[in-house]
C-alpha cells in the first residue's frame, strides 16, 4: 500500500463481506439479494438490492419484485439494483431464471434506473438478447466479469452503456478476462472482493499488475469512474 494515494479512495463496487474493504478511505458497495445475502444490521453504507439467479425459485414473480424494488427508491444508500441474470452453471430450473431476470429488467426500466448490475455465467447471448428486446436504456454493470473478445465484440452492439467489474477472476491466470485484460478501457472498469477473502488493495495492485498500470493511475481513474456513473453521489461520499 506504499504506492498507494493516501488521498483518494478504493472502490469495492461489489462485496458481499464488508470486513474485506472495511476502511474509512473506502467506497464499499454492499450486494443484498433476498434469500441468499442480507446486509449486517451494523452495516450503514452504500448497497446494491436485487433478486440472484440462485433464488430465482425462491422468488414470487407477481408484486414481490416490484413492491420491493419501490420500498427502496428513496433509499440514498441504494446506489443500484442488481445483482441480477442468469446462471447456466447452477441447478436452478433456467427458465425460471429468465423470468426473475425479465422481471427485474422491466420494473428498473419502469423506474429509469440509471444502473443495474449483472450476474452472468455462461449466459452473456441470452442476456444480451433480453437487454436488446426490453426497452433498459441505462447502465449495465457486468460484476466478476470473465469475458473472452468475442463476448466483448458482442456486448458492443448493446445500445447500453457497458462496465466491467474485475474480482476474483484475476487472479486465475487462465482466466478469459486476464487473458484478454487489454481489451478493457480503463474507463469502463470498476474492482471488486465479491466473497473471496483478499482485500480490495490486494485487487486493485492485481490489477495494475497485470493491467502493466501504476497503482496510483489505476486508482485514480476508478475514482473517476465511480463519480463520473454515480454523480448524484458527489458531495455525499465522495
Request: proline share 10%; aromatic share 14%.
Given at each position: 500500500m506504499s504506492e498507494m494515494n493516501s488521498v483518494i479512495p478504493l472502490v469495492d463496487i461489489h462485496t458481499h463481506g464488508v470486513l474485506s474493504s472495511a476502511s474509512e478511505k473506502n467506497i464499499v458497495v454492499f450486494a443484498e439479494s433476498?434469500?441468499?445475502?442480507?446486509?449486517?444490521?451494523?452495516?450503514?453504507?452504500?448497497?446494491?438490492?436485487?433478486?440472484?439467479?440462485w433464488c430465482a425459485d425462491r422468488v414470487e414473480l407477481e408484486g414481490t419484485?416490484?413492491?420491493?424494488f419501490k420500498a427502496r427508491l428513496g433509499d440514498p444508500k441504494l446506489l443500484a439494483f442488481g445483482e441480477m441474470g442468469l446462471d447456466r452453471a447452477c441447478q436452478i430450473d433456467f427458465e425460471m431464471q429468465r423470468k426473475i431476470f425479465i422481471a427485474q429488467v422491466e420494473i428498473c426500466t419502469q423506474l429509469r434506473?440509471?444502473?443495474?448490475?449483472?450476474?452472468?455465467?455462461?449466459?452473456?447471448?441470452?442476456i444480451m438478447g433480453i437487454l436488446k428486446r426490453s426497452h433498459f436504456?441505462?447502465?449495465?454493470?457486468?460484476?466478476?466479469?470473465?469475458g473472452d473478445k468475442a463476448v466483448m465484440k458482442q456486448l458492443s452492439t448493446l445500445k447500453n452503456e457497458v462496465l466491467f467489474s474485475l474480482g476474483a477472476n484475476l487472479f486465475r491466470s487462465n482466466s478469459a478476462v486476464v487473458n484478454h485484460l487489454s481489451l478493457l478501457p480503463l474507463d469502463k472498469i470498476?474492482?471488486?472482493t465479491d466473497d473471496c477473502t483478499r482485500s480490495i488493495a490486494e485487487v486493485y495492485q492485481r490489477f495494475a499488475l497485470l493491467s502493466e498500470q501504476k497503482l496510483p493511475?489505476?486508482?485514480e481513474a476508478i475514482y473517476r469512474n465511480f463519480k463520473?456513473?454515480?454523480?448524484m453521489l458527489?458531495?455525499?461520499v465522495l
Open positions: 433476498p434469500g441468499l445475502i442480507k446486509r449486517p444490521p451494523s452495516y450503514q453504507g452504500l448497497y446494491t438490492f436485487g433478486f440472484h439467479p419484485i416490484e413492491k420491493e434506473t440509471p444502473l443495474i448490475v449483472l450476474h452472468c455465467v455462461r449466459a452473456h447471448s441470452d436504456e441505462g447502465a449495465i454493470l457486468f460484476h466478476d466479469f470473465n470498476f474492482l471488486e493511475q489505476v486508482t463520473r456513473v454515480f454523480p458527489w458531495g455525499k
